[in-house]
């Protein structure tokens, strides 16, 4: 029965005269735009706005008369747009001149307002609704926009304009031909891992300025683990040297939070450049991501007496994430390690990269996983999921040493953060152990 409903109701439909829907959805449409406006000015003097609800419904219903009646030369239409903007000039100007309002938004709604009738007469439906939503969502989010822009400051816009650059005008225009033979590095390879690197970055930069600006502890190491988990220990761990006992299970709570986020960002690198590899680590990742947040979560909730420690200064995001410098540092650690592997791999195998892995654990892994992940060197993908656990191990050491090193030995700060270190470190040995 209910099928059959559907049928009649289908059909009944298809019977309606097509402009009689259309005047339906532009009425709608516009009334719906003018109560936004109506809503917008409820505190203003009727005659310091331009239209209301009805004004603004009126407006479509006449933009729609002038196109149907008209609709192969448009003289009417065009001739009605015009004598409509004669009309909203003579408004801005008595509003300008009496009220010193000088704002021309409503004046633009109200031509979008005309225009909405051969949107929905000659455009697909989809691309009405999307034309309207984004009418309303524009008009109802002033305040929002407004305490965005205090947010931004100098240089938000230039640092926007070096993304576009670097991703939209750079990236294309570099050749995909190797620089040296027998080595599978390209300018375009080499650009497009500081390409993504820099996205990331970015994405983080832009989550903790303005989505996050005042983050507790938890949610810095989460944001700051995005960009580097490395810097970001360095700075908690430095901070822990004058915390109160009871506060530093939450930094090393932070810590941890800021290393499960290491795995994240380089499952998100494994999935972009090696598909193959992604999935053959996948389940890898997955665990060690749900242990490292296991043991952040129930260090910070553990004998918890008060609330989350206010953000530091030194986390937040202000540094600009697209410097010159930074960039053509990972440039140049990428070639660099694409020379490396390449050459270990070539006189030493699998061996002498597992020892490389090893090694790297001491500096940013991100330049030689990359390579790894988006050369072509002549070994398994076993062998790269390997050298790809063996790094990350050797890495967790590290960070383990430097941030007890810079707590200033620390007792309870050491003691946690080895333990949880500890807990991480034999999670990789027998997961490696698996995938071996």
């Known amino acids: 029965m209910r099928y059959i409903n559907a049928y009649f109701m289908q059909s009944y439909f298809e019977t309606l005269p097509p402009n009689l829907i259309n005047f339906f959805l532009v009425t709608v449409f516009s009334l719906l735009i003018g109560l936004s406006q109506r809503r917008i000015n409820l505190n203003v003097d009727d005659n310091k706005f331009f239209g209301s609800d009805r004004t603004f419904t009126l407006i479509g219903i006449l933009g729609f008369i002038l196109y149907v009646l008209d609709s192969d030369r448009l003289i009417l239409f065009a001739g009605g747009g015009l004598v409509l903007g004669v009309l909203l000039s003579l408004n801005y100007y008595f509003k300008m001149y009496h009220f010193q309002r000088l704002g021309i938004t409503s004046i633009v709604i109200a031509f979008l307002t005309y225009c909405i009738a051969p949107l929905v007469i000659t455009q697909p439906m989809w691309l009405s609704l999307l034309v309207v939503v984004t009418i309303l969502l524009i008009t109802e989010m002033k305040e929002t926009f407004i305490n965005f822009a205090k947010q931004l400051n100098n240089n938000e816009f230039i640092t926007l304009a070096k993304f576009i650059l670097i991703v939209g005008i750079i990236l294309p225009m570099l050749p995909d031909t190797p620089i040296v033979e027998g080595v599978s590095l390209t300018p375009y390879r080499i650009w497009l891992a500081t390409v993504v690197i820099s996205s990331i970055s970015y994405f983080s930069y832009l989550l903790n300025k303005f989505v996050f600006p005042k983050s507790g502890i938890i949610l810095s190491g989460l944001l700051g683990g995005i960009y580097s988990s490395t810097a970001t220990i360095i700075i908690l761990a430095k901070k822990c040297k004058l915390a109160a006992e009871e ?149 967790n050491v590290f960070q383990l040493i430097y941030g007890i090193v810079l707590s200033g030995r620390q007792k309870a700060f050491s003691r946690l953060f080895a333990g949880a270190v500890g807990i991480i470190v034999v999670m990789n040995l027998f997961l490696l152990f698996l995938i071996r």
């Open 247 to 395: 506060d530093v299970r939450k930094y090393v709570a932070a810590i941890i939070a800021a290393i499960s986020m290491m795995y994240v960002r380089i499952l998100v690198l494994i999935a972009i450049f090696n598909r193959g590899l992604f999935y053959e680590l996948l389940i890898y990742f997955i665990v060690m991501i749900a242990v490292c947040g296991g043991i952040s979560a129930f260090l910070y909730v553990y004998k918890r007496k008060k609330d989350d420690i206010p953000y530091h200064k030194e986390m937040k995001a202000d540094n600009n994430p697209l410097e010159f410098r930074i960039a053509v540092i990972f440039a140049v650690l990428f070639v660099a390690f694409t020379f490396i592997t390449q050459y270990t791999i070539e006189y030493f195998g699998t061996r002498g990269l597992n020892i490389l892995s090893l090694l790297v654990g001491a500096t940013d892994i991100t330049p030689f996983l990359l390579n790894l992940f988006d050369g072509k060197h002549a070994v398994t993908s076993t062998a790269i999921g390997v050298a790809t656990i063996h790094a990350i191990t050797s890495n």
